[in-house]
């Protein structure tokens, strides 16, 4: 028996031109592809794929059937959309695999990089990450609300730019708001916020209005969410949207006055 | 005249495999190349390509003289490694915009995103970040010390992964160790810490160490740091090294024991 493989693989925001080398020639190379259909649904048919598509919210149990596949000797590919190590499967791979048979430890288990949603969305709005920026799920599916605001009011605080995943679903169709109005406490009210729909996918919006705006703004499990720092600013423009960029510095009398 | 254009490039980490279709497009549409000679040294020679090679730290110069070239009617790509929307050029174009020749905000300015040097150390070392993550540039050259300080205390309390970009230089020799410093009163001495050297390029080197070792640990201008959260996880792996990831979950009780 060939030894088996497990390769996470990012798709980037869903357009096939932000797939990367690396990651389509990883796709080529799987005998079994394992992932949320959605995201399958991105991958050429070939003759002698294997598609083991399943629901969103398993991954564990999507990542150990991927790992008892490799186990058995198949290359298999697990994918997920943007890239797998930002709120995505290859976390959960590795929660299932420390869990697991620990057989799997001698698998050869690689992760191949995407682009993630929030450097699509920045990279359609102009530069609203070019200072110092963090990355929050605001899901509670996986950790408690209040552990979510704590960070949030620190990193607002702190003055970062605040990139949110996961910012609302039907099942949690409140979280997105509490935490704009927990952003009106720390920013200004013409703070520029992003909204940004699936990047790269033919249904796209790009939406940058004021945090004052941004609460009543609609929002759905496609979009990213990206809350400007204090510096960050809109460059208007005529007849097109502004673009929206934080400045690389901070001065120190900018900082004292916050 | 035809309308200039200008598209800043991200290149990813240095292999050509993580460099995305869409960023190989723009660069083969480029009629003009701009940017920090290493980076310019990435793209290929082709009958036509003017190089417009500048040194390191002169960003808002080479973003204006790309902006100038573009105005006169020329195809500029700025080339940036990475994300260009990442500690790198993007946002010094859009600077350079701002204060400069209003004419210049009617240019066709576009931004193509790539993969950061976090997301590509991130992949090889498993799912670092995994959870909740912050990226920080450790440079003082654009913000005071004291900034970059109370950011970093305010991720490290509220227990998100930290990336640290511009850890170190001949001119910042002591900012790495300093930041180490404050990250151990925060965090175990076990917590994983990773240096990723290069990643992409031959010489590529990654280094998984306990915040206790990790102060005594070399590190040049090409490391990323990544600092784990308080979750953050070690999979020992016999003849290989471990693999490291961050726990999606949070629970209630781990964050209350903090």
């Known amino acids: 028996m060939s030894p088996g493989s497990l390769t996470v693989i990012g798709l980037g925001p869903g357009d096939p031109r932000y797939l990367t080398p690396a990651a389509a020639a990883a796709l080529a190379a799987a005998q079994d592809l394992v992932g949320y259909a959605p995201y399958l649904a991105r991958v050429p048919e070939r003759p002698g794929l294997v598609r083991h598509a399943s629901d969103n919210r398993v991954e564990v149990e999507r990542a150990r059937h991927a790992l008892a ?29 420390e869990a697991g048979d620990p057989a799997w430890r001698r698998l050869a288990v690689t992760v191949e990089p995407g682009i993630t949603a929030m ?17 929050l799920s605001l899901s509670d599916n996986l950790k408690p609300w209040d552990v ?19 910012p609302i679903s039907r099942a ?17 009210p013409e703070t520029p916020v992003i909204l940004a729909r699936a990047v790269g996918r033919p249904d796209e919006a790009l939406r940058v209005l004021a945090l004052r705006e941004a609460r009543r703004a609609e929002a759905d499990m496609a979009t990213l969410v990206i809350v400007g720092a ?12 502004p673009f929206v960029y934080t400045p690389r510095s901070v001065a120190p009398a900018a900082e004292a006055a916050r």
């Open 119 to 135: 450097l699509a969305a920045a990279a359609r709005a102009g530069a609203p990450l070019g200072g110092d920026f963090c990355a």
């Open 69 to 97: 596949l490799a186990a058995a000797g198949r290359r298999v590919a697990v994918v997920s959309g943007g890239d797998p190590g930002v709120f995505a499967m290859a976390a959960a791979v590795f929660e299932a695999l």
């Open 230 to 241: 204090s510096t960050t600013r809109l460059i208007p423009r005529e007849g097109a949207a």
């Open 172 to 188: 949690r169709p409140w979280q997105l708001g509490a935490a704009l109005d927990l952003a009106a406490r720390h920013r200004g």
């Open 148 to 166: 979510i605001t704590a960070r949030l009011a620190a990193v607002l605080a702190a003055d970062l730019v605040v990139a949110l995943y996961n």
